[in-house]
């Protein structure tokens, strides 16, 4: 099945860049995904990337797809307090009704 | 304004009750879903739905049940059959008629305590 692998925390200092990775098993995916959750609130899509792309930036916002390796990454350059959340992977399911298949989100944390 | 609204925000069950939560959207998606959020545990599926009066069972759809009769309409009933309902619930909407692309929109979720 479906799996979706995340690192759980990651602590940077404001101003510093915030790499965040994620593996994925379904080489059917054509979009990947990349979520912010906030406490409390629900999900708010980010950025995502199609499958034939290497990279694609959005403003501080960079992924990077490594389709051989099923390797997504988001970058986010000069972070900052508010950037403080749950960051979470996702890939589309085929199997599943084209679901969202979720991994277990990586919580940033951003001291001053 | 569109969007996917969940309601209630808070929701307070006694053990051997069924709940049922609420979730709307008026963005016109043929797809819906409902999530369960743990601690640690990411985003896992309940149910989803394709299209008016169909759904599947998700990952762990024990003790769940959903029903799809309007195209807005996605409401989850949290049965006394679910040993530890105690959870955070996002439903999500996403548009078929790209059929590439799954982007979800959701709710802000609803927090259902077990007393």
């Known amino acids: 099945g479906e799996d979706v692998e995340q690192s759980l925390f990651l602590s940077v200092r404001e101003g510093d860049s915030s790499v965040i990775n994620c593996t994925y098993t379904d080489s059917s995916s054509t979009y990947l995904y990349w979520y912010k959750q906030e406490p409390g609130a629900g999900l708010q899509l980010l950025t995502y990337?199609?499958?034939?792309?290497d990279m694609k930036q959005d403003q501080r916002l960079t992924v990077l797809l490594n389709k051989k390796d099923k390797h997504l990454s988001l970058r986010i350059a000069d972070t900052q307090t508010g950037d403080s959340a749950i960051y979470f992977c996702?890939?589309?399911?085929?199997?599943?009704?084209?679901?969202?298949?979720f991994g277990k989100g990586t919580t940033l944390s951003v001291s001053s | 304004d569109g969007g996917i609204t969940q309601s209630p925000k808070y929701l307070f069950r006694k053990e051997g009750q069924n709940v049922t939560l609420s979730c709307e959207q008026n963005l016109n998606h043929d797809a819906m879903y409902w999530y369960r959020q743990d601690p640690g545990q990411g985003l896992r599926l309940i149910y989803y739905s394709q299209i008016v009066n169909d759904f599947q069972k998700g990952d762990i759809a024990e003790g769940y049940s959903v029903s799809r009769e309007k195209k807005e309409s996605f409401p989850l009933t949290v049965t006394s059959a679910q040993k530890n309902p105690t959870a955070f619930y996002l439903c999500?909407?996403?548009?078929?008629?790209?059929?590439?692309?799954?982007?979800?929109?959701f709710g802000q979720g609803t927090r259902l305590t077990v007393v």
């Open positions: 996702a890939e589309s399911s085929w199997q599943a009704g084209t679901a969202l298949i």
């Open positions: 999500a909407s996403s548009d078929r008629t790209t059929p590439m692309n799954t982007e979800a929109f």
């Open positions: 990337i199609f499958s034939n792309m």
